[in-house]
């Protein structure tokens, strides 16, 4: 039986977390684009050598693209609720 070391572990730990919130933000790039909107400043944020998290930084967006997100989110909201109907 092979034992891991702790570094190989968190470094497995620290790629799996990368490429979750790379998927993660090309998801809701994806989504965003189809629904003619984008938030430019979408970008991985810093992993925590301790944690080995890594966060997605939605950055800042005008006004009109968050109106636009929180309707289609609305909108997605409430079609989920009519399916459960």
């Known amino acids: 039986m092979t034992e891991r070391s702790e570094g190989s572990?968190?470094?497995?730990?620290m790629a799996?977390?990368?490429?979750?919130a790379t998927d993660a933000a090309q998801e809701?790039?994806?989504v965003l684009a189809a629904a003619d909107l984008a938030l430019p400043s979408v970008a991985l944020d810093g992993q925590s050598p301790f944690t080995g998290v890594?966060?997605?930084d939605l950055g800042r967006a005008?006004?009109?693209v968050v109106a636009g997100i929180a309707t289609l989110l609305r909108e997605g909201l409430s079609a989920r609720a009519?399916?459960?109907l």
């Open 9 to 13: 572990w968190l470094s497995e730990v």
């Open 16 to 20: 799996r977390s990368r490429r979750e």
């Open 28 to 30: 809701l790039r994806s």
């Open 54 to 56: 890594v966060l997605v």
């Open 62 to 64: 005008r006004a009109e």
């Open 82 to 84: 009519q399916q459960q």
